[in-house]
RNA sequence: GCCAGAGUGGUGAAAUUGGUAGACACGACGGACUCAAAAUCCGUUGCUAGCGAUAGCGUGCCGGUUCGAGUCCGGCCUCUGGUACCA
């Protein structure tokens, strides 16, 4: 046995031994109990980054943990390799994105298997191969046959000097990336999925997730966005039009000062016609990109149209006006506006002084009603005065009437006033009671709405999918003879998608043309864990390997999945199940969202402003005596560089720490120890050097512990009792359990504390011929708890020791109970809830002696010397509270 | 803007979920070993006062509930993720 920890040599040898025995390669046992462990696969960007091995790591311990559980587990990697970036590389190195995504995976994967994750990597796909698409395409074909999937138009990001759609991303500040031109809006026809067929069962599907963080539920939820209202049809004045607009407060109809169309509604368009000013608007509405984000934060600005609406109940005229914050693309492009009641409508009508009509009053509001003189107009009830100004309402007591600022409790429900007929209702009985009127008038009536918008698809871009779809002069049908295939050898120019300018790939002859759009990405990653199950299937997108494996017991990605990722995943779990491939309704069972990888930054100020940051391995720090960083130099030159804040991982910062160089140095399980210690799986994780010194320290710290007993591990009898060490049996049972408990919730950076304590007592009390069995034992415990997170350490050091044959086939350590039993316990006392002192007690002492015991205490005594004794709070085996 | 999180020593964090705040580490300081250094081992380390026993203060800020609050409730501040074409 080596006396040195020689990282290296020992994890080449361990990753052969697995290599050689096949010990990941796994096939279905249905009489074993099954575990899928799926960590998200990576974009194939070029090197595994410090993100990557993090949340491999913990893939890992939990593929690992259950294995040594018993189970039959499944760990798969593949590789979610079609993207933007890849069009980017290409772009600068004028090489095809397949050879650039190609050469990334082949490096990656080298990466990764450095690491000793216990992948199967019989499963290895990609997603740009053919006989992965083909399926997507094959499954996009049915959806069309079955209207899931459909043509419209929808709004993109549109680069006028580069003729190109962009990404979100690629517009920064309104403007595109690369030209700098002000990005426009532009409606082009595109493919959709109808998720929304699917927003109730994916909602209902959220209650069945226990095994979910709360967060991410709740921000499905919150996505899904269902809400109960109404429809209410406007007529518009002079014509036999109507507009149609959704609300989930029909009982604030009567308090409808206003309309609001988006600028590209065909009504702002056709006023558009004819007026300069509202043409001028609907165009600067054009200007800027199309993410929330960008829309919500603008301004809000209108144009009044000079067409006016009719309200459905009084008759009333009501303003129609063209506003920059309603979109097109959402429920019917129109809403209906009550500025006394919403928080938004009450500042666009402030700012385009427009009327403001209460018809809510607080619930405890008996009998009190609005004061009609400091109101001299409101739609639907008077006509407006010329200028349509209104005079501020003033505010009484709590009533909700201010005109200077918006009130919260403004939108609260409450009593109607000022409604007609509905006036004195409660705001859910007039929900009901204004939702029967209109049905009955043929105005409209009850509808349940989703904030879910159905999923576009489409992408005008090359490195991707290519939509199976064929247009011919008779119109749309889907492509036969899948897969279509995407041509490989392309270069890349940065004005739009070669795909068009490539005849021999679209023009199929007697005016019949591909489609040359291809899939959003998210199309390849939201069915590729059911492909891991049976990746050579070549007769079916999947088969009956798969309703073994699935659904996915543990999956583990970042948090940055949350919604977009796990939702389409979701609803293509339920499309595949539609299609019978799959039995189960939810893809995966739990769900572990890992948190970021930070480090510090560090930059000089150059003299023309800019900044240079540097890497953090070249710098090196000076620290007061507290340990507090005061001052940092570059290595090379010695001149000072400063802090610029802890910031994810980037090249733009050059904050990255290359996972290869740390390997080279410490080895994997020193990286992956760290890593997993460092912080809580969910957490942010900030990178340290330091601290992987000290998980280095650990590695050796233990490597000499165990290789100054070789053979130790044939004194393991049954448990070994040991007499004179009862209390550090006692400590590494007791540490054992902690260690238990934490593999359970997921926490490993308390397993790892747990695991050096218990090498801290085995260093102290593993001296003598009963503290050798007390070893034989510890040892044992600790290398099957880090089994799991520094594998190859612990499968040499469990042959070299003579535990056995190979760690894998370990049972999992149990407490033993007996060894945690104690004679004595020690309790807090308090006084008034502060810390007084401490008694030590029997275990089996009632609180009379507890009691007895507090009160002797001298310090205790101290505290309540001249105060009265109200009550004494014992809370067993914890601690006594003498309140006073 | 909207939705969801996070904030604890010099640093990463822990606190079995309302019961001893700071486990386990990192750093710093002191010591042993060494000609010396590295490595290793041992000790001290929330802040303030005190030789000490001990006391006061302390979990982003303000307020509340409770015998008792890092944990629960109300209101803020700052940071992070997502916001439908980054993946």
């Not at 759609?165 to 030209?179: K, M, P, T």
Request: glycine fraction near 8%.
């Amino acid at each position: 046995m080596e006396e040195k920890y020689n990282p290296q040599q020992l994890e080449a040898a361990a990753r052969q031994y697995w290599e050689k025995n096949r010990s990941f390669k796994v096939i279905e046992e249905p009489d074993k109990e099954k575990f899928y462990c799926l960590s998200m696969f990576p974009y194939p960007s070029g090197e595994l980054h410090m993100g990557h091995v993090r949340n491999y790591t913990i893939g890992d311990v939990i593929s690992r943990y259950q294995r040594m559980l018993g189970k039959n587990v499944l760990q798969p990697m593949g590789w979610d390799a079609f993207g933007l970036p890849a069009e980017n590389a290409a772009l600068k190195n004028a090489r095809p994105p397949a050879e650039w995504t190609y050469a990334n995976i082949e490096y990656m994967k080298g990466q990764l298997k450095l690491l000793g994750f216990s992948y199967d990597w019989d499963r290895e796909l990609a997603t740009c191969d053919a006989d992965y698409y083909r399926w997507e395409q094959w499954l996009f074909t049915h959806l069309v046959k079955k209207d899931l999937a459909y043509r419209k138009k929808a709004a993109v990001n549109w680069d006028p000097v580069d003729r190109t759609v962009l990404a979100n991303e690629q517009v920064i500040d309104g403007r595109g990336w690369r030209s700098g031109a002000v990005v426009e809006k532009r409606e082009i026809e595109q493919w959709f999925l109808k998720i929304t067929d699917y927003a109730q069962e994916l909602l209902d599907g959220l209650d069945k997730l226990p095994g979910w963080p709360e967060q991410v539920v709740a921000m499905q939820r919150n996505w899904i966005g269902r809400s109960e209202g109404v429809t209410v049809d406007f007529n518009i004045e002079e014509t036999d039009e109507k507009l149609t607009v959704f609300t989930t407060r029909p009982d604030t109809l009567m308090g409808v000062t206003y309309m609001a169309v988006a600028a590209e509604h065909p009504l702002a368009l056709r006023a558009g016609e004819g007026n300069a000013d509202i043409a001028a608007f609907i165009e600067r509405c054009r200007q800027g990109g199309v993410s929330e984000a960008e829309i919500e934060t603008v301004e809000k600005a209108g144009i009044a149209l000079d067409i006016n609406a009719v309200h459905p109940i009084t008759g009333g005229i009501v303003p129609i006006y063209a506003a920059n914050f309603v979109l097109m693309g959402y429920g019917t492009g129109a809403v209906m506006a009550v500025p006394a009641h919403d928080e938004r409508d009450f500042y666009f009508a402030r700012k385009y002084n427009l009327s403001i009509k209460p018809v809510i009053v607080p619930s405890h509001w008996e009998g009190k009603d609005i004061s009609e003189s400091e109101i001299n107009s409101a739609a639907g009830e008077a006509e407006l005065s010329e200028d349509r100004r209104v005079p501020a309402l003033s505010i009484k007591d709590d009533l909700p009437l201010i005109w200077d600022e918006w009130d919260t409790r403004f939108s609260e429900k409450g009593i109607l006033r000022r409604s007609a007929r509905f006036s004195g209702l409660t705001s859910d009985q007039a929900f009901d009671a204004v939702a029967e009127h209109l049905n009955a008038g043929g105005k409209g009536g009850r509808q349940i709405n989703f904030r879910l918008r159905d999923w576009s698809v489409s992408r005008q871009r090359y490195w991707g999918c290519p939509i199976p779809i064929v247009k011919t002069p008779e119109g749309i049908e889907p492509a036969t003879g899948l897969p279509v295939k995407l041509p490989q050898d392309i270069i890349v120019d940065g004005t739009g998608s070669p795909l068009k300018r490539m005849p021999e790939f679209y023009d199929l002859g007697d005016g019949r043309e591909r489609e040359t759009d291809t899939f959003d990405t998210f199309f390849e990653s939201s069915w590729y864990y059911a492909r891991y199950c049976c990746p050579d299937a070549d007769q079916s997108m999947l088969d009956e390997r798969a309703k073994y494996w699935l659904p996915v017991d543990q999956y583990v990605g970042g948090i940055e999945h949350a919604i977009l990722h796990l939702l389409y995943a979701r609803f293509f779990n339920r499309l595949m199940r539609d299609e019978g491939l799959v039995d189960n309704d939810e893809p995966f069972t739990r769900l572990l969202t890992q948190g970021m990888v930070v480090a510090e930054t560090w930059y000089r100020q150059n003299e023309d402003g800019s900044k240079e940051w540097f890497n953090p391995a070249d710098i090196e720090t000076e620290r007061d005596n507290k340990g507090k960083v005061i001052s940092a130099r570059l290595k090379s030159d010695g001149r000072p560089v400063f802090p610029g804040g802890i910031e994810k991982m980037s090249k733009s910062k050059n904050n990255g720490v290359n996972p290869q160089t740390l390997i080279d140095r410490y080895g994997a399980d020193t990286v992956r120890l760290y890593i997993m210690f460092t912080s809580p799986p969910e957490q942010l994780l900030e990178w340290s050097d330091e601290g992987v010194e000290g998980a280095s320290r650990f590695m050796k710290r233990l490597w000499n512990l165990a290789s100054a007993h070789p053979g130790i591990g044939g004194l393991v009898v049954s448990n070994g009792i040991v007499d004179n060490q009862k209390n550090a049996r006692r400590e590494v049972h007791e540490h054992l359990k902690k260690a238990l408990f934490d593999y359970e919730r997921q926490q490993f950076n308390t397993v790892v504390s747990a695991c050096m304590s218990i090498v801290n007592v085995l260093y102290r009390f593993g001296g003598s011929d009963d503290g050798k069995r007390l070893l034989a034992e510890g040892l044992g415990i600790v290398l099957r708890l880090l089994g799991p997170i520094a594998p190859h350490i612990t499968h040499t050091l469990w042959r070299e020791l003579d535990y056995g044959d190979d760690i894998l086939n370990a049972p999992w350590p149990e407490v033993d109970e007996s060894a945690l039993v104690r004679d004595s316990i020690e309790m807090v006392v308090q006084v008034g809830g502060r810390v007084r002192g401490r008694i030590t007690v029997a275990v089996d002492a009632d609180n009379a002696a507890i009691e007895a015991a507090t009160l002797a205490n001298k310090n205790v005594q101290r505290f309540i010397d001249d105060v009265e004794i109200r009550k004494i709070i014992v809370v067993p085996g914890k601690l006594v509270n003498v309140v006073v």
